[in-house]
């Protein structure tokens, strides 16, 4: 872990403190390299950390530094009791096994394939024209390591969607629910309309997934009644803004909030923390840049509580980044990542290439698997001679 500075004693009191887990390290490198004293284990699942990025928001002002876990706990001593439980409800957050969703546990990170039936999304492999082609392309994925399949009727890409009326959307993904919902792996349902989430979770869907976090008319009371885990996204704007130019103070901080707000919206409507999971919106109503800096420290959304899903696959802000001018010359940066968001412990991955991706991350575990095994543990004493 790099050298931490001091830790402040002094923080004004409106000022907000965030987490970031950090390092996140694989628990099977990390059960070889230590014996654990120092780590805890992250949200139940494979991956373990020892310490955190504690970062201060003071208005404009955003502080940074790291430190272990043991110096964050001295130095929660320091604070007033709103920062103090602040501090402790993140800590006791990245620490708490995640519950089961629709049937998923979390002891690897699962992947969510995407059928879009619809025919302007961005990338043209994966329209499905029919419940044929959608059932083919379904089995496919799931023999390719699947865990839920992922269906929309609404295409949200940049430079040009337009919104569907509620009867096409419809007429597009119920006879492919009813179709999918056979399958042994959950269906998911991608929409941000009320009664699409009603009609669709009748005709089999097992989550909702919605880029509106349920901000739309009727979509909370829809989907709180329905009572399926729900996929809240990160996108404070409407269909017609979502990928236009938009400022952050702090983009990281900013998801968290906003995210934080929309939980707490959900737990009044009577839709529970367990039946949540949330996606920090990769792409919208975010430039390049910004959905780098939100990638980068995806695993502060940790701290709320709910498993973390990361769709950045074959996205535009990946060509803008490294190359790749169209959606299908994009798989390598789609690959690093998903394999970024993964070592830092997030839980689900939708992703076009099922295939793809489960290869890479197989090759990664393997890897780990291999120095683990490859190796003995011992202690150095350093002797200094005489000369």
């Not at 272990?68 to 501090?87: C, G, M, P, R």
């Amino acid at each position: 872990m790099p050298d931490s500075p001091k830790l402040p004693r002094e923080i004004a009191p409106d000022a907000r403190i965030y987490l970031r887990p950090y390092p996140v390290t694989s628990r099977i490198l990390a059960d070889r390299a230590s014996d654990g004293s120092g780590e805890h284990t992250l949200a139940g699942g494979p991956h373990v950390f020892s310490g955190c990025e504690v970062l201060i928001r003071e208005g404009n002002r955003v502080r940074a530094g790291v430190a272990d876990l043991i110096e964050i706990d001295h130095w929660k001593s320091s604070l007033d009791a709103a920062h103090a439980f602040a501090v402790d409800r993140q800590l006791e957050n990245f620490v708490k096994p995640r519950p089961v969703v629709a049937g998923l546990s979390w002891n690897r990170p699962l992947l969510m394939g995407v059928i879009n039936t619809t025919p302007d999304s961005f990338y043209g492999k994966s329209q499905i024209g029919s419940v044929s082609a959608a059932m083919e392309t379904a089995l496919g994925m799931i023999d390719s390591g699947a865990d839920l399949i992922d269906v929309g009727g609404e295409s949200t890409r940049p430079g040009g969607a337009n919104p569907v009326s509620i009867e096409d959307e419809l007429s597009r993904v119920i006879p492919v629910i009813q179709a999918l919902s056979e399958l042994p792996v959950p269906i998911s349902l991608d929409t941000r309309h009320a009664r699409v989430m009603v009609e669709g979770v009748a005709a089999g869907a097992a989550l909702i997934n919605d880029i509106n976090a349920l901000n739309g008319d009727g979509s909370l009371e829809a989907a709180t009644s329905a009572g399926v885990p729900v996929i809240l996204m990160h996108c404070p704007a409407d269909f017609e803004t979502m990928h236009k130019p938009t400022s952050y103070d702090h983009v990281a901080l900013d998801i968290f909030d906003w995210l934080e707000r929309r939980i707490e919206a959900c737990g009044s409507a009577g839709l529970s923390r367990d039946r949540l999971i949330i996606d920090p919106g990769i792409g919208f109503v975010k430039q390049a840049p910004q959905s780098v800096a939100a990638l980068a420290r995806v695993s502060l959304l940790h701290g709320l509580g709910c498993p973390l899903l990361v769709g950045a696959s074959r996205k535009s802000f990946i060509g803008r980044v490294a190359g790749g001018d169209t959606a299908d010359d994009r798989l390598p940066g789609s690959l690093a990542a998903a394999l970024w968001a993964a070592g830092q412990g997030v839980q689900m991955l939708r992703v076009h290439d099922v295939a793809e991706t489960r290869q890479a991350m197989a090759l990664q575990t393997a890897v780990a698997v291999g120095l683990a095994e490859g190796s003995q543990p011992f202690h150095c004493t350093m002797t200094r001679s005489a000369d």
